[in-house]
């Protein structure tokens, strides 16, 4: 057989491949005229440019075809659509970010805990909604607040409805303080036992059943409990908590108890950060109001800086509480990282690796960002 027979057979594929390209192009063309119409005659009446709910109705169309790529090929082709109009919005809405739709300001939520206590500081008196990561990560997914923290664990579960902001995260390179293993004896010694996982949390909780079986080939029976630890530990080995409550449990331990530091553990298994939880935003927001989400983004890395170098007085006021002390307070906040750099990112990418082998999060879960960095 010749070099050309043997190709011969691919050439009808392939022009048949370029005819297709060329009428997909051909219809997302004439989708586009068409769109563009719509959007003027919607202006003209008074109305805004674009409608939500038909949105996410054809998002919901390309995802039910093709997964979550079809959710990345149906925002591509919304945004090819919006054309000249889309462009000309956001490029006003760049310069006021006020102005973007009609719509009202981007919701901000924190976490209650510690951990965000820079980020607060930083926001001032801005209006913000507070709440544990399980109330925080349910706000964010039922659309009542737009722009939050969320476990690491329910943005991978979510990954297809969310982006990550870049450059933010809540995390540690070792010890954390508030990611908590609680032990009544050595580790070894929970094979066969077994282990509370407190319910505000779905990250540490899986890392340490993660670290648990693969690091200390330790096999405990596991149980999501409310997170007090005398009562987890009353029926259990040992307990996993995180927040304030591992924070006040790590600070000042009852005697006797083994204290296992999760992101220190992680760690020295790995030699990589732990990242807890990251920020998002929900993707349909983000392609509405990529403005609005830049700004919200802009507001809470300055709000995450100022924070930081400004932490004395964080200190002080998450001492106020009585709970803590400020040298306490200021030794967790040195400690917390909110950066989410190179090393951080490849660290998410195993842990992601690790919960889907587990069934834990979806095959493909990933981390995606808010302008496209990867
Ligand atoms: C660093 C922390 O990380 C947290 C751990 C979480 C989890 O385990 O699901 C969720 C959010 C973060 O609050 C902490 O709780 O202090």
Redesign the pocket.
């Known amino acids: 057989m010749t070099a050309q027979q043997e190709h011969a057979p691919v050439t009808p594929a392939r022009n048949r491949i370029d005819d297709l390209d060329a009428k997909l192009i051909a219809l997302i063309t004439e989708r586009r005229r068409i769109s563009a119409g719509i959007q003027r005659d919607r202006i003209a009446a008074g109305g805004v440019r674009t409608d939500t709910a038909r949105e996410r109705e054809i998002f919901r169309r390309y995802h039910d075809a093709f997964g979550s790529a079809g959710t990345t090929l149906g925002s591509m082709v919304l945004e090819i659509c919006r054309g000249r109009l889309g462009a000309e919005r956001e490029r006003a809405a760049a310069v006021e970010p006020g102005r973007e739709p009609d719509t009202p300001p981007l919701r901000l939520g924190v976490?209650s805990?510690?951990?965000?206590g820079a980020v607060r500081w930083g926001l001032g008196d801005r209006q913000v909604a507070t709440g544990?990561?399980?109330a925080?990560a349910a706000a964010l997914l039922a659309g009542e607040v737009d722009v939050a923290?969320?476990?690491?664990?329910?943005y991978l579960r979510h990954h297809d409805r969310l982006l990550a902001l870049p450059d933010l995260g809540?995390?540690?390179d070792g010890e954390?303080?508030?990611?908590q293993l609680f032990t009544r004896g050595p580790l070894t010694d929970l094979d066969g036992g077994r282990v509370a996982l407190?319910s505000?949390?779905?990250?540490?909780?899986?890392?340490a059943t993660i670290l648990l079986a693969e690091w200390a080939g330790v096999n405990a029976e596991y149980r999501v409990e409310p997170p007090v630890l005398a009562d987890m530990l009353r029926g259990a080995d040992g307990a996993?908590l995180?927040?304030?409550a591992?924070?006040a449990e790590t600070l000042h331990p009852h005697p006797g108890l083994h204290v296992h530091d999760?992101?220190a553990l992680w760690r020295e298994w790995t030699g990589l950060p732990m990242v807890?939880?990251v920020w998002a935003v929900r993707r349909a927001t983000a392609l509405r109001r990529p403005a609005a989400v830049s700004a919200a983004h802009a507001t809470l890395l300055e709000a995450a800086q100022q924070g930081s170098r400004q932490l004395d007085e964080v200190a002080e006021s998450l001492a106020a509480n009585g709970l803590f002390t400020r040298e306490e307070m200021s030794r967790y906040l040195a400690t917390?990282e909110h950066s989410l750099g190179g090393r951080h990112i490849a660290g998410i990418r195993h842990f992601a690796k690790l919960a889907a082998r587990r069934g834990a999060v979806p095959d493909d879960a990933d981390i995606t960002f808010f302008g496209g960095q990867s």
């Open positions: 976490f805990f510690a951990n965000c544990t990561p399980e925080m923290p969320i476990s690491l664990v329910e809540i995390g540690s954390v303080l508030s990611c407190g505000t949390s779905r990250t540490a909780a899986l890392l996993v995180i927040g304030d591992a924070l999760l992101g807890f939880a917390l």
